[in-house]
């Protein structure tokens, strides 16, 4: 009796200590990831970066993305539904984050659609149509081209911004900021400068409730 008291005193004792553990783990993760967005806000936002919502908010999301991504696609309704809950308090910027095979090409479509104030058209068609480019996490840049011929883009104008020195330099800084601020997948959200450190819709939803909080009292 004495020795199965003891193994279950010992059994809990190490149960304590792994889960003192993993939470020194998690707070560790989280103020080294806060650290970086700390150390680097400067690199959160960028001047031509396409944006959603009301500019007088004083609540944004900065999320980086890909656009072959599955769970970015999976996000974007939800976005989008805290910009329309939301429509003067919280705006969105997006930067570029291309990590499937292919998507720096797709990235470089999207861009040069901006540059004809077309993103969000090309975004949302794009996002519809992902099933049909994106195939098994690779991105066929074409396919991408002909999901989107729904909107009103001039082919020839793509053809050569995409390819162009400002084009590229847009997509290169964002994928250097997302370097510096330690953003290695996608989405990765950032709310008034505070990462996701653990991601999911209600950790998204609650870090933008906390931000309207601080913000407007809400």
Not at 64 to 72: E, I, Q, V, Y
Not at 127 to 145: S, V
Not at 174 to 199: C, H, I, Q, S
Request: with cysteine.
């Amino acid at each position: 009796m004495k020795r199965n008291v003891l193994v279950i005193s010992a059994a809990v004792f190490m149960v304590g200590v792994f889960l003192i553990a993993m939470l020194v783990i998690k707070g560790q993760e989280e103020s080294g990831a806060r650290s970086s967005a700390d150390a680097h806000a400067s690199s959160l936002l960028r001047e031509n970066a396409p944006t959603a919502g009301s500019a007088d908010a004083r609540v944004t999301i900065v999320e980086f993305f890909d656009p072959a991504c599955g769970t970015c696609r999976a996000f974007h309704p939800i976005v989008k539904g805290i910009l329309r809950d939301h429509p003067d308090r919280v705006n969105l910027v997006v930067r570029y984050l291309p990590l499937h095979p292919g998507s720096e090409d797709v990235v470089r479509i999207l861009e040069a659609a901006r540059l004809q104030g077309k993103f969000w058209e090309a975004l949302e068609a794009g996002y519809a149509a992902q099933a049909q480019w994106a195939i098994n996490h690779q991105a066929n840049p074409e396919l991408f081209w002909r999901s989107i011929g729904s909107v009103d883009l001039d082919p020839e104008r793509v053809s050569l911004d995409m390819r162009s020195l400002v084009v590229s330099q847009n997509v290169q800084q964002d994928m250097e900021d997302a370097r510096k601020l330690g953003v290695d997948r996608t989405p990765g959200f950032f709310v008034n400068g505070r990462p996701l450190v653990e991601f999911g819709q209600r950790q998204l939803l609650a870090l933008v409730d906390e931000a309207l909080e601080r913000e407007y009292g809400r």
